[in-house]
């Protein structure tokens, strides 16, 4: 692959892991059309995932599931349709955007975030629903009906209770290892807990599939249209999301040294920053199209990974 242009190591990517429509439309909204106000006309988002091989059918079925799910809001102008991100699911949203794109922070000041389902009202079907959540935020079942994680955040934390309407109804609490004591280190639960395997092997494959995309960038070859540079941001993009919603984000002392993830942010961030401008104007180009004032890019999108040059 060292050997290919730009253009040829997109078409390579694009036919041998092809993005699927809905989570494709996910993509393309968190990281093109939320800082551009959150809202576009289907015309415009039909054109932004044409070069994924995505077909205009495949797109309206997709934002039409996704407003189903809550995630999307539809409004009609005529017989113009567009959507927005659903004022429910801005705070997800939020939440990924912050994964994604926010400098690893390696401070961990040794405490750990504790939920105690079990000393709570809770049915089986809402512990089901809760545990299944919060496995998503990388919490692990340490005991039975004890759900933890070292660095959890409270606010996530509460966006999730309130979400699920199970706000007050499971203690929380802030732990961590009591000196003097002969007891276990809490840090010894994290190689039992969670199962870094696969996402050690996930982070790896992300950086042999875009490292060589990295140094083609490096070495240009090849002129990137703004059209290609939208293309590459949104695979990035689209790809290390996937990787990063199986990673539970443990503190980075808890994590096997050299850790890929670090390794893989770096990367992102390199190719992200080498393609954003000129992606923009791919995205500005299509969204005024249809609407001529679409707003440029806010200013917290050039805090992305440490800040956009």
Not at 2 to 8: A, S, Y
Request: proline content about 7%; some cysteine.
């Amino acid at each position: 692959m060292k050997h290919l242009t730009i253009p040829e190591w997109i078409a390579h990517f694009l036919a041998a892991d092809p993005p699927r429509s809905k989570s494709l439309v996910m993509t393309v909204f968190g990281d093109a059309v939320s800082p551009h106000g959150g809202s576009v006309w289907l015309g415009s988002l039909i054109e932004l995932a044409a070069p994924f091989g995505i077909s205009d059918r495949l797109v309206r079925t997709s934002v039409f599931r996704l407003a189903q799910e809550g995630w999307l809001a539809a409004a009609r102008d005529g017989r113009r349709s567009a959507y927005t991100i659903a004022p429910s699911a801005l705070a997800r949203f939020e939440h990924a955007n912050r994964r994604i794109y926010l400098p690893l922070d390696g401070h961990w000041d040794g405490s750990w975030t504790l939920l105690l389902a079990g000393a709570s009202p809770l049915g089986a079907a809402e512990r089901t629903r809760l545990r299944k959540e919060l496995a998503w935020e990388g919490y692990a079942q340490l005991a039975p009906g004890v759900l933890g994680h070292p660095a959890g955040s409270a606010e996530v934390l509460d966006e999730v209770l309130t979400r699920l309407a199970l706000h007050g109804q499971a203690p929380v609490c802030s732990v961590r290892d009591l000196p003097g004591t002969a007891g276990r280190p809490l840090r010894e639960l994290v190689g039992e807990c969670w199962d870094l395997a696969p996402v050690i092997a996930s982070y790896l494959h992300f950086a042999d599939v875009f490292g060589p995309l990295l140094a083609l960038l490096r070495r240009g070859c090849g002129a990137l249209s703004p059209q290609q540079a939208f293309v590459v941001r949104t695979l990035l993009v689209h790809a290390y999301r996937r990787v990063q919603l199986h990673d539970p984000m443990l503190p980075m002392e808890l994590l096997p040294a050299p850790w890929p993830g670090a390794q893989a942010y770096e990367l992102a961030r390199e190719i992200y920053r080498a393609t954003f401008a000129l992606a923009e104007q791919h995205v500005m180009e299509v969204l005024r199209r249809e609407d001529p004032d679409a707003p440029q890019a806010d200013a917290s999108f050039y805090d992305r990974f440490g800040g956009l040059e």
